[in-house]
Antibody, heavy 118, light 106 residues
Framework: EVQLVESGGALVQSGGSLRLSCAAS????????MHWVRQVPGKGLVWVAH????????DYADSVKGRFTISRDNAKNTLYLQLTSLRAEDTALYYC???????????WGQGTLVTVSS | SYELTQPSSVSVSPGQTARITCSGD??????GRWFQQKPGQAPVVVIY???ERPSGIPGRFSGSSSGTTVTLTISGAQVEDEADYYC?????????FGGGTKLTVL
């Protein structure tokens, strides 16, 4: 069974930093691209970042470029998102998402909540 | 950048068929996908690759695609199907999302 379990969300002050983790199991983590997506509670979803299978290629939404860093450790089957220079508008539920696959399907984690206080 | 457009709300009576559409240029080149989200819960994918249903998803959920529009159909909607439904697609660069449709079944 595919599982994606996020952790690391917390209440942090504006300007602070946080590292989110996503522990993956039930599939060959090292062959899949991975994404982070965020959702302000009660609102829509926004793609945040992605990383390729070996970690050599990353990309970010303009709103987080230069402040967030996506990375992965394939030996530990874990995806990370380092958040720095946090702003109130970064407050959201952050989801770990396996890259959509037309043959084996799509998988989302349960989310981890980041709250930035101003 | 790509956009996906969904109706903000759909309402049906129990047992009726609910249809939720999602339109966007990207859907002529990439598959559409749907997830269900109930308050306070994680997303549950109900359709991927336009019309594929993951294991464990009831057969009343189906998907279809035509041109730049994908449609989620819930045949014989149940009260427990009341939720927000989001369409999304994977571009070459990122994931794009519709704004969500609140399905009311009552």
């Amino acid at each position: 069974e595919v599982q994606l379990v996020e952790s690391g969300g917390a209440l942090v002050q504006s300007g602070g930093s946080l590292r989110l983790s996503c522990a993956a199991s039930g599939f060959s983590f090292s062959v899949f691209w991975m994404h982070w997506v965020r959702q302000v509670p009660g609102k829509g979803l926004v793609w945040v970042a992605h990383i390729n299978d070996d970690g050599s290629v990353t990309d970010y939404a303009d709103s987080v470029k230069g402040r967030f860093t996506i990375s992965r450790d394939n030996a530990k089957n874990t995806l990370y998102l380092q958040l720095t220079s946090l702003r109130a508008e970064d407050t959201a539920l952050y989801y770990c998402v396996r890259d959509p696959d037309d043959y084996s399907g799509d998988f989302w984690g349960q989310g981890t909540l980041v709250t930035v206080s101003s | 950048s790509y956009e996906l457009t969904q109706p903000s709300s759909v309402s049906v009576s129990p047992g009726q068929t609910a249809r939720i559409t999602c339109s966007g240029d990207i859907l002529s080149r990439k598959h559409g996908r749907w997830f269900q989200q109930k308050p306070g819960q994680a997303p549950v994918v109900v359709i991927y690759r336009d019309s594929e249903r993951p294991s464990g998803i009831p057969g009343r959920f189906s998907g279809s695609s035509s041109g730049t529009t994908v449609t989620l159909t819930i045949s014989g909607a149940q009260v427990e199907d009341e939720a927000d439904y989001y369409c999304y697609s994977a571009t070459d660069k990122n994931l794009v999302f519709g704004g969500g449709t609140k399905l009311t079944v009552l």
